[in-house]
């Protein structure tokens, strides 16, 4: 539920798939090269550091994790397979895992990766010092401590599988610094494992080039240039004046370019959420029965077909369908406006003299803020204060910026969105459902409001080792929150991206986090791609 940052990406998946749309290497891109792709980011540039959040899933050209994804596509939640490390983590005892290391690894300065790197990488994001914004992810994480130089120890607080923690991207020691991470000179002058690194940085670009003494070979694409172009119309202008190889837009945007000569339009499923926060400090959505309403009030079908144009899935909860057997069809809000009507009703809140309801002197009234950059949120935000107008609700919404919206939290609802560590179904639910704890993210549950015996439900999942058990609680938690929602969730994206890639096979997309941009889509692991021209 963090802001959004920039995270360029890549890793390795099993199957590669062929594309017909314009070239990025061989077209009049601005790239020139046939070894060249020039990519339309819509993020800023810099924050390299992982321990800002840079590649937090194992997907960067720059940095590598102990594992990384692997999927064939992105219908399921991806395998974790090894990266620098050298095989799976084993058990040691409950809740202690080893996870021996990659021989012969170096980083892009020439330095050799041992376990002294990983440590001080863990250490670091968990240091208060540092002031992480990605600390809390890695709560579950009681301690990473050297085996010698070949292997680490992970001591866990949970019995769960160590994996989805295992992909944060490697620094090397020396890199690491006692203060906080917005200042390390690794935001702006990276240095990781991975087959990429950055060449040059400026405010508009950002140019990375393959490492010729990278252990798995020199990338057949050996320069990529992200150019920062903030507004989406922009975006797509330059892809369709071939002056760009790719970009991410919005879905309706996206499509509207579909059919164009040289660019296809590729779309890949997240388990990335848009929904909107309820503040505590208004009187009506500090109700629990104004909640319910709410959630029974807005037709998500409606906000997929008309807002995404199709490209995504209803949302009641961060718990995607992706997510197999933890996934509870039954505990998601039907679509019902007489019924929220009549919650409304029997909680005493009726129509006012405009229409609007009413309870004594408070209103059924709010504002909804939303990042004013953001036009998906945008529409999102308009959508929703539309569905409530009939049940007499009154949603204001507003565009302003992340720093206004940092202080109006508690105050104003605010279109949200997360799933920025997917691959880790408690970290997708804990945060977001869990009451506030002492560090947790501005972001996560901002209203504080939970359902009775939610907390201990999440803590008890939290603790315990995935399977069937744990799949259990995970319906119920979904069952319960059901009785007292804490926000509205809308719905999951689905990615949507334009490309040029007329004489290239690359890997299929996978599932992807909260944090994509050009980082993912057909770009989230371009060592893979080949070209098809001698």
């Not at 929904?275 to 400090?281: R, T």
């Not at 209103?363 to 308009?382: G, I």
């Not at 799933?419 to 970290?427: E, K, N, Q, R, V």
Request: glycine fraction near 8%.
């Amino acid at each position: 539920m963090r802001r959004p940052r920039w995270i360029a990406g890549t890793a390795v998946a099993a199957v590669a798939v062929s594309v017909i749309a314009g070239c990025g290497g061989t077209s009049g891109s601005s790239s020139g090269s046939s070894d060249t792709i020039v990519l339309g980011e819509s993020q800023e540039l810099g924050d390299f550091s992982p321990i800002m959040g840079y590649g937090q899933q194992g997907v960067s050209p720059i940095y590598e994790g102990l594992l990384r994804p692997a999927a064939d596509g992105d219908s399921r939640v991806p395998d974790l397979i090894p990266a620098l490390a050298d095989d799976a983590p084993q058990p040691v005892v409950d809740r202690v895992w080893r996870v021996p290391l990659r021989a012969g690894v170096t980083f892009s300065d020439g330095s050799a990766f041992d376990s002294a790197d990983v440590v001080a990488t863990y250490r670091a994001v968990r240091d208060p010092r540092v002031a992480s914004e990605i600390s809390t992810d890695f709560a579950p994480i009681v301690d990473v401590t050297a085996d010698g130089p070949t292997a680490v120890t992970v001591r866990m607080n949970t019995s769960a599988d160590p994996s989805p923690y295992l992909l944060l991207g490697i620094a090397p020691s020396e890199k690491i610094e006692a203060k906080p991470a917005a200042e390390w000179a690794l935001n702006t002058r990276p240095v990781g494992t991975g087959p990429y690194r950055l060449d040059s940085l400026q405010p508009d670009q950002a140019v990375l080039v393959a490492r010729d003494d990278y252990r798995g070979g020199t990338p057949q694409v050996t320069r990529i240039v992200y150019s920062y172009v903030p507004d989406d119309n922009t975006r797509a202008q330059r892809i369709t004046a071939d002056e760009i190889d790719g970009t991410t837009l919005p879905p309706k945007l996206a499509q509207s370019l579909d059919g164009r000569p040289g660019v296809d339009v590729v779309a890949v499923k997240s388990a990335d959420w848009r929904g909107v926060s309820l503040p505590s400090a208004n009187p009506f959505t500090a109700d629990v029965q104004a909640r319910k309403a709410m959630n029974l009030g807005v037709d998500r079908a409606a906000v997929v077909r008309d807002v995404l144009d199709g490209r995504g899935e209803p949302a009641s909860t961060p718990i995607a369908p992706v997510y197999g057997p933890a996934y509870n069809a039954d505990a998601q809000f039907a679509f019902d406006t007489a019924q929220a009507g009549q919650i409304l009703d029997r909680a005493g809140w009726r129509a006012g003299p405009d229409g609007v309801r009413v309870r004594g002197t408070d209103r059924a009234s709010f504002t909804l803020l939303y990042n004013a950059e953001d036009t998906l949120r945008r529409d999102l935000a308009v959508a929703f204060a539309a569905s409530m107008r009939p049940l007499g609700v009154e949603v204001n919404p507003r565009g302003t910026s992340w720093d206004e919206i940092d202080t109006r939290l508690n105050s104003d609802a605010v279109l949200l969105g997360g799933g920025a560590t997917p691959y880790s179904i408690d970290s997708q639910v804990y945060d977001p459902l869990h009451t506030r704890v002492a560090d947790s993210s501005p972001y996560s549950n901002p209203g504080d409001f939970t359902a009775p015996g939610l907390d201990a439900l999440l803590d008890e999942t939290r603790q315990s080792a995935s399977g069937a058990a744990n799949d259990a609680r995970y319906r119920e938690i979904q069952t319960v929150y059901e009785t007292a929602p804490s926000a509205v969730y809308l719905a999951f994206l689905h990615h949507t991206y334009a490309v040029r890639s007329d004489g290239w096979t690359y890997d299929a997309p996978i599932l992807e986090p909260h944090s994509h941009g050009v980082a993912w889509g057909p770009w989230w692991n371009l060592p893979s791609w080949r070209s098809d021209t001698p």
